[in-house]
């Protein structure tokens, strides 16, 4: 056995491992029975604390000198660059801040729900701020001199640097508020009416599962409060939810995790719990389910198939015709939420959480006046003022738990989905023809071998600078949404 | 910190993964893809591997050491008694042997399968004979001297000596045959017709759960092949299926599992996660799950009250009347399958595969011979000749994977059931009056007062005779037996 072989079936261990941790988590949202709580958290504590006793396990390090020295192909090269990562991050950060981490944002989690029921920002800046201190100090243990955030965003994001992502969202935001302005000036977009039937949605749902696909015998669906896909290899499950008067919400969540999964799912069997095998990072993950739901899904040719698709399970539901479909789907509308934003705002939504908490980290933006700055950059990007913090700067779990430089991600997914659409489009010119069919194979084909198959072999950047033909940049995804909504919305 | 709160915080780390090793058992069995088994077996050998590593961690010799010169009380004198055996056993089987049968009894398991879809024994004689080798030598190293067949027997019943279970076994054979040849030459008792509704039957059995004192708050029902309860303290969950031809099958698995699973949920909060924190025996397990399904579920009273019940549930199912049902409920009647076999005929049942197994572990009866003892005892207590092995010797997993010493457990939980009737008939004496109300509150009350409350503070014998008031004997289970079924089948 070489180091390397002794490492992989160490590491293959741990991925396993850390499977039944994500297995723990689905069942929690799941089919966990409500009194269970108590008692799963020291059950997955207990699993925590073993995965990181092997994280901190010095073999690992003597594996990794010891490998460096032996001939290795691609795979293995790639293998090692993710252990090295990881391993990197954990020496780099003292155990004991870890643990003050660990404990304060599992406490903040639960001060923040509490800030939120009352709309009283002032009871969380405290929490918040004590959590932007811990971050900032890790922060600066993984930077190792170099930048703060971008430390912070190589977790989510490897390889990513603010001043790109910057460079990249500044060149958006004046079209996605252009195209905002003109759209909630218009008349309003056709609405469903009617009560849509929770069994009749998750059949649906199913179906549209499948079309997107996911391959049920390796996977499946329920019904959570928050939709996620959870698992890799052949253990990949997602939830969706229902909303009696909103069928959308259940069908393009099915769709939006479906992408997610799809993308598990077909990875290359050989990476199976190894490192190379999941998502490569929130960035890329975020794009193969933003154009499955938007590119292809939102698209007029698939809404037509959907149309008739929905006719026949709920009949009559007040929308005359496939182009009204089309409207109602992709309708711009006005509203405080992220998570219930639309194809254009949701960015605008991202951009200034992005400018906010890179401000935080920096030290340029107090936490206590977070509430001022949010409110005022809300007001300047999306045209009206937010009346409450719950509406506004409290609506979001992430920061509470410490997650910063994950919120950027989403948008550099959407940005990465613009360029492989247009990628897509140019290798299946017949795609609109298959989609008006309901037929998502040759797509779903075309991202299999394009991106999905390699798993963690490339760095993200250079897996979609390798599916394209070209560097990512945020133009794809400018034109689309300007092309979309300017015909759905003509000033 | 003394040397047992030390080595308790291990402990119940160990116990705390344990339960989650029970959860992906729970899973696999309910709602695992099934695409998902292969990787599903490497996530389980990892955790296994992480548990295993535990139990043979040095420290824990140390700490029992140090701990045996502490002062304790009764609890903690228990719980390093349960920790002392589990680590005594462990130091005495060598590595290369566990490992050995763990390997042997996987590939024992499929080739059972196989053999007994082919109704093949000759096939499955050299696995047997492999794995009771295997388990003979284990047996001998666990016994250190003493009686092997009593060493394996303490894995699931510790303190249990053979011989008295054939003494008692003994005595209860005679009385299990003559009940059985009078009721065979009786009419048959009468059958439900029509077909019942899946959905119908899981709604009376979530009823009848909630009747056996269920807590569902920290359960759940689901439906699996075969019907099972998982889990200890707060997340205690079990299964059952339906066949629409027969809803008997549906609700009194649901109440024998409910039985054993209000066990686990009845054990005084203060125990969870620890060694004290689970039902103590195999034995005791099953006095509780058969107590509620038979001295209780099937009594006349309460079929009286669960007639009506179904009729609600289903309408005329072809029995008239409460005393008929009754007799439907109780009937006796011919089979070759253990699990699907009466409160009378499933003792002979354990009765054969204690004395077989006792005669393959002392080197009496050679493997290969298994099939022609089988079937030469069955003819003798059954009355009528096994047709074919899968009706025979091939019909359960457990030698295959290495169950020895396991089987005799069942008939001793329905003699302590025996016990444990008599004496809750004696401290409520208007039982029969509440159960034909379908109020089981006040015997499981006792139940939990006088058995379950104390998970494994007291040893299994020891805790009946307490809850009693008397050692355990076959004589209650006997004369329940005799009374009840010499009145429905009156010779």
């Given at each position: 056995m070489s180091a390397y072989d002794d490492l992989m079936a160490y590491q293959r261990q741990t991925e396993a491992l850390a499977q039944v941790a994500g297995r723990l988590s689905w069942d929690r949202e799941t089919v966990m029975p409500r009194g269970a709580a108590m008692q799963r958290s020291e059950e997955t504590g207990a699993l925590h604390a073993v995965l990181h006793a092997r994280k901190v396990d010095p073999r690992i390090g003597e594996w990794l000198e010891a490998a460096a020295q032996e001939p290795l192909d691609q795979v293995g090269e790639a293998q090692l660059r993710h252990i090295r990562r990881s391993h990197e991050r954990t020496q780099r950060v003292p155990e004991d801040l870890a643990a003050a981490l660990a404990r304060q944002t599992a406490l903040a989690q639960g001060r923040w729900a509490q800030a939120r029921a009352d709309d009283d920002f002032a009871a969380f800046a405290p929490v918040l701020a004590e959590i932007v201190a811990l971050r900032r100090e890790e922060g600066a243990a993984l930077a190792d001199g170099g930048d703060v955030y971008d430390a912070m965003l190589d977790d989510y994001e490897p390889g990513a640097k603010a001043a790109d992502l910057e460079a990249m969202f500044g060149a958006l935001r004046p079209g996605l508020i252009a195209l905002r302005e003109s759209a909630l000036g218009a008349p309003a977009a056709p609405k469903v009416t009617g009560r849509f039937k929770p069994q009749a949605q998750m059949r649906l749902a199913r179906q549209l599962a499948r079309v997107c696909g996911y391959d049920m015998t390796r996977g499946r669906i329920d019904k959570a409060v928050h939709p996620f896909s959870s698992g890799s290899g052949d253990d990949v499950r997602i939830t969706t939810r229902t909303a009696e008067d909103d069928p959308f919400n259940c069908l393009y969540s099915t769709m939006h995790e479906a992408g997610h999964a799809v993308y598990e799912q077909s990875i290359d069997p050989a990476y199976a719990l190894t490192p190379l095998g999941a998502g490569v990072s929130m960035g890329v993950h975020e794009s193969q389910s933003r154009i499955v739901e938007n590119q292809l899904g939102r698209s007029r040719a698939f809404t037509g198939w959907l149309y008739g698709q929905m006719r026949d399970a709920f009949?009559?539901?007040?929308i005359e015709g496939a182009d009204a479909f089309y409207a109602a789907v992709n309708s711009l509308h006005r509203g405080f939420i992220r998570t219930e934003a639309d194809e254009v705002q949701y960015n605008l939504h991202i951009l200034m959480r992005f400018d906010l908490e890179r401000a935080l980290i920096a030290g340029d933006l107090a936490p206590l006046d977070l509430e001022g700055a949010w409110n005022a950059r809300f007001e300047a990007d999306f045209g009206y003022a937010v009346p409450r913090a719950s509406l506004g700067?409290?609506?979001?779990?992430h920061w509470s738990v410490g997650l910063f430089g994950y919120f950027p991600t989403y948008s550099l997914g959407n940005v990465y989905a613009g360029c492989l659409a247009e990628a897509l489009r140019r290798a299946v010119p017949d795609l609109d023809a298959q989609l008006a069919q309901g037929d998502m194979g040759q797509a779903m084909g075309w991202l299999r071998a394009n991106v999905q198959q390699h798993g963690g072999l490339y760095p993200p950047r250079e897996l979609i600078t390798r599916a394209c033909g070209a560097e990512p940049t945020e133009a794809p995804l400018m034109a689309y949404l300007e092309q979309k909504f300017s015909a759905l919305y003509p000033s």
């Open positions: 009949g009559d539901f007040g700067c409290l609506q979001d779990v």
